[in-house]
């Protein structure tokens, strides 16, 4: 055995990295790489900040001949002194003294997760994430994610919005039962939640004017597309005392404005390493009526007519004849007909158009936001027009009998934003441990 090593005193391979030669320092972290050649070996030592190259000599390191049972991903202590490094590279290197094992990797790895000149596809490395996730590209998304998340925060906070928490079960969806996880609640039928929409309307009521949540939201779609999976993250919001639909698109384009220079200025590091840029986006973003939308994609050889509903395919188009006519990467497709799908029970109605819209970015739908339908006859005429009955809403309709403010919201699937963002192919890629119709585990 080696001896113990006292892991207060440890530093991160970052630190290290930029410490004066002759300093002493603890190390601890996944060996990526070692190498016994005769009378020396190295390692590679990685941990959340980086990597770190260790030197072994016999004269300096008493265990010399135990490195060759250490394996790659074993976990590890080391103490040793910073010394300048010969690689071509530069930098430091630490010359060990001493080396703790923490926990021996068993051979051969499931998954090749750090290149070594074998692809791993992504459904094995799904399987076997707890070895994916170290990759250090793979854990930028995660670290480039929290930063969104943390600038969402930032903002809603500074322009007075609570941040609420709200039950996850819900005993009628917001959107129709399709795609509603059911199950047991104690003998009553219950659901999980496919987003926060009727908790956050509930709380106009309650006079909280400006919330938001972030949390999870289920949707049983049996898609096995690259931009769905069964459960997500969503940022819920909703606010109180508006005059129209564009309070709320006003917002939300300033909110991604900020999320994506918070990015930008908080990720070089992960940036970088990913080879990523985040574009600026310009504000006011386009609003294109959805009439408009149609002639463009007509325009550009798509066969739809007007009043149909456009779906991914031709968003991508229509994202890219958007930045061509109006040179911006967002914009807001405005005035859908009634009758569409998009147009829920709970949104306002103008006429023959719903007061909402969808958030375009990059190619791809972020969000829906519209002003909702606060008066109470209103609302029960609207859940009948789109098919389903006012009784199974009660809980619901009940919040707007007794005085209910002009309000309006949005949902924004964070995974998404990340994915749009990066643009990152598949939105499995930017879900610790994503779910879809085939996947339960890990």
């Given at each position: 055995m080696f001896s113990m090593i006292k892991l207060s005193d440890r530093v991160s391979t970052e630190i290290a990295q930029n410490e004066k030669p002759g300093k002493q320092v603890v190390l601890a972290g996944w060996v990526?790489?070692?190498?016994?050649?005769?009378?020396?070996?190295?390692a590679k030592i990685r941990d959340r900040e980086g990597d770190i190259q260790v030197v072994f000599f016999p004269d300096k390191f008493k265990k010399f001949n135990d490195l060759k049972k250490i394996t790659r991903e074993s976990v590890v202590s080391i103490k040793g002194t910073v010394q300048k490094s010969k690689l071509k590279a530069g930098g430091n290197e630490i010359l060990a003294t001493e080396l703790d094992e923490s926990s021996i990797a068993q051979t051969p790895l499931p998954?090749?997760?750090?290149?070594?000149?074998?692809?791993?596809?992504?459904?094995?490395?799904?399987?076997?994430?707890?070895?994916?996730?170290?990759?250090?590209?793979?854990?930028?998304?995660?670290?480039?994610?929290?930063?969104?998340?943390?600038a969402i925060r930032e903002f809603l906070s500074k322009d007075g919005f609570i941040e609420v928490i709200t039950s996850k079960f819900s005993g009628a969806g917001a959107e129709g039962?399709?795609?509603?996880?059911?199950?047991?609640?104690?003998?009553?039928?219950?659901?999980?939640?496919?987003?926060?929409?009727?908790?956050?309307?509930?709380?106009?009521?309650?006079?909280?004017?400006?919330?938001?949540?972030?949390?999870?939201?289920?949707?049983?779609?049996?898609?096995?597309?690259?931009?769905?999976?069964?459960e997500f993250t969503q940022l819920d919001l909703e606010m109180s005392f508006i005059d129209s639909e564009d309070d709320i698109f006003k917002l939300e384009e300033n909110l991604l404005k900020y999320v994506l220079d918070y990015v930008r200025k908080n990720c070089k590091k992960e940036l970088s390493l990913l080879e990523k840029e985040i574009p600026i986006l310009k504000i006011p973003v386009p609003r294109v009526t959805h009439e408009e939308a149609i002639k463009l994609l007509q325009k550009a050889?798509?066969?739809?007519?007007?009043?149909?509903?456009?779906?991914?395919?031709?968003?991508?188009?229509?994202?890219?004849?958007?930045?061509?006519?109006?040179?911006?990467?967002?914009?807001f497709i405005t005035k859908f007909p009634w009758k569409l799908e998009v147009c829920k029970f709970y949104w306002m109605r103008d006429g023959k158009y719903g007061r909402g819209g969808d958030f375009e970015f990059m190619?791809?739908?972020?969000?829906?936001?519209?002003?909702?339908?606060?008066?109470?006859?209103?609302?029960?005429?609207?859940?009948?027009?789109?098919?389903?009955?006012?009784?199974?809403?009660?809980?619901?309709?009940?919040?707007?009998?007794?005085?209910?403010?002009?309000?309006?919201?949005?949902?924004?699937?964070?995974?998404?934003l990340v994915q749009q963002m990066l643009q990152i192919d598949n939105i499995r890629e930017v879900v610790l441990f994503p779910r879809d119709p085939d996947r339960l585990n890990p």
């Open positions: 990526q790489d070692i190498k016994v050649l005769g009378k020396l070996a190295f998954i090749e997760f750090l290149g070594k000149g074998i692809e791993t596809d992504l459904s094995k490395r799904l399987d076997a994430r707890y070895l994916d996730l170290r990759n250090p590209k793979t854990a930028a998304i995660f670290k480039i994610k929290e930063k969104a998340i943390i039962g399709a795609t509603m996880f059911e199950f047991n609640y104690f003998g009553q039928k219950a659901y999980l939640n496919q987003s926060q929409q009727l908790y956050k309307q509930a709380m106009m009521a309650c006079g909280f004017e400006k919330i938001y949540e972030i949390g999870p939201s289920f949707r049983a779609e049996k898609s096995h597309t690259q931009r769905h999976v069964t050889g798509i066969k739809i007519k007007q009043g149909e509903d456009i779906g991914t395919a031709e968003e991508k188009v229509l994202g890219k004849e958007v930045e061509k006519k109006y040179k911006n990467k967002a914009f190619g791809q739908e972020l969000t829906t936001g519209a002003q909702r339908e606060h008066r109470y006859d209103m609302l029960v005429k609207q859940i009948i027009e789109k098919g389903y009955s006012p009784k199974n809403f009660k809980p619901y309709l009940d919040t707007f009998r007794f005085g209910m403010p002009s309000h309006g919201g949005f949902g924004w699937g964070i995974d998404r």
